[in-house]
């Protein structure tokens, strides 16, 4: 209780920096706005020149999953990391950006081949160590907000008239055509989006595999807000394939899918000023990052997170039968890994969050949803 | 008597190049993105990376949020959808069903209205 009161504190210190939210309603689960409320610790190991302590980093989640950010705190980092840009510093910054989300994905695979066979304390063991993983790639995700916009400076001023490093293929390319094929691979079956919606998921078994493939692969893509409902969904995908190709020339769709194939004519690194080499290379992996910020800690929320609650749910309803397994979406990371479960905390979140019906709205999710994602429904 | 018409600029920052014209669809919320009409205007706060399938069933895009280096600008520019990001308050300023028409080079919209 202390300790929640003492987040309020800090909280309403960030609120009165900075009245205005920068994002309303971005996350609203207790589980997630912890690991935000962590991200400024992660920040710090960093090693970015301005983030000496959790008090420099400019980014403050308050209970409504309102997100604050301090303009203030920006200007001063974005100052010190103007100055600190040399080509060894930025492939450090490269190395550890790169690592850090690498290590994200293989943890969550870890997680969730680990989960069906792990004891109670293995599972809290795995839990704790893929939200810190989560929480550092949250941490470059803040980041991502006005780094990439200092190393374009930074460009620029070491003499660089290049275009941006975009990438040549973004991961939202991608998924569109993804996305396409399958609705191709649905109608040479006959099942137009129409039908689809219609029938699924009583669908026949070859159309039905495409889709749950498709989930499986395309997991991660979403809105940032883990319980608002994304790729992981066959629901989801079902009623998107009708809302994206219904009434759209197949045509007009592969004219669009051919121009994200262009292939990107950019000058050579290779001759370019040392500087200005890593400066480019740097920013393509942010550019990158950009596209891919939310699939990362999504991802590891929907392949490694959730087995290993579904594993700790099982302990908890021992010591409290009444516990439902989408509880734990409402503690926060460090009750999880304290195994420490106070119902009548979680009745209060629960009730405050579903009592948030502008938030619920925004992220379209319904009251069935929680137990969905935890596979209890 | 016809009716007379009267435009409104607002200003941005080009995103993606060419132009674009077509009815305003507003994103509020999530379950917005299941009925986007074919060649209208996506009006958005940011354009996320899982909105991308439904790129090519519009004609151009607005996005609050702006920078030249964000999620809206690599995708607008690989799909060749003009798109112009930084309208300030975009999903207050316009409604569902509204022209407008887009310069991806300028990052200039114009509202026009039929008085």
Known sequence: ?377 | MSAETSTTVHSGLGAAPGHASGKAYVIRNAEDIMAVPAGSILVVRVLHPHLAPLLPRVAGLVVEEGAILQHATTLARECGIPAAVGIRDARSLFQDGELLEVDGYTGKVTERHVD
């Not at chain 1, 929480?135 to 930074?154: Q, S």
């Not at chain 1, 975009?166 to 993804?178: D, I, T, V, Y």
């Not at chain 1, 490694?304 to 509880?327: H, N, S, V």
């Not at chain 1, 929680?370 to 429904?377: D, F, K, R």
């Open chain 1, 1 to 377: 209780m202390l300790d929640e009161v003492k987040e309020v504190g800090s909280i309403a210190q960030a609120a009165a920096r900075s009245a205005k939210p920068y994002r309303r309603h971005i996350v609203g689960l207790p589980l997630q706005r912890s690991l935000f409320g962590q991200a400024a610790r992660a920040a710090t190991t960093i090693g970015l020149p301005g983030l000496s302590s959790e008090l420099d980093f400019p980014a403050r989640l308050d209970e409504n999953g309102d997100l604050f950010l301090d303009r203030s705190q920006v200007a001063a980092l974005t100052k010190a990391l103007s100055s600190w840009f040399t080509p060894e510093t930025l492939e450090l910054m490269h190395t550890a950006h790169e690592g850090a989300c690498d290590a994200l994905v293989d943890a969550s695979e870890n997680a969730a081949a680990r989960a069906a066979a792990s004891l109670d304390g293995v599972a809290r063991e795995l839990s704790e160590d893929l939200a810190n993983r989560m929480t550092l790639v949250l941490a470059y995700g803040i980041l991502a907000k006005f780094v990439p916009d200092v190393l374009l400076r930074a460009l620029a001023d070491a003499g660089d008239v290049e275009s941006p490093p975009f990438p040549e293929k973004s991961a939202g390319a991608e998924l569109m055509q993804n996305t396409f094929e399958l609705y191709q691979a649905c109608r040479a079956l006959n099942y137009t989006p129409q039908r689809l919606q219609r029938e699924w998921p009583r669908v026949s078994p070859e159309v039905f595999h495409l889709v749950s493939e498709f989930c499986n692969r395309q997991t991660g893509f979403g809105p940032l807000a883990w319980e608002s409902p994304g790729y992981e969904d066959p629901n989801y995908v079902v009623r998107l394939l009708h809302s994206a190709f219904d009434e759209v020339d197949a045509e007009q769709v592969r004219r669009r899918l051919s121009f994200a194939k262009r292939p990107v004519v950019a000058r050579s690194t290779i001759d370019a000023p040392k500087k200005i080499a890593a400066l480019r290379r740097v920013l393509g992996f942010w550019l990158d990052f950009l596209e891919r910020e939310t699939w990362y800690v999504r991802r590891a929320f929907y392949v490694g997170m959730i087995p290993l609650l579904q594993e700790l749910a099982a302990g908890y309803r021992q010591k409290i039968p009444a516990f439902q397994p989408a509880d734990l979406l409402f503690l926060e990371i460090r009750e999880l890994a304290a195994g420490i479960a106070d119902p009548a905390v979680i009745r209060t979140r629960r009730h405050r969050y579903t009592e948030n019906t502008e938030y619920l709205s925004v992220h379209g999710v319904d009251p069935s949803r929680l137990a969905t994602i935890l596979g209890s429904s």
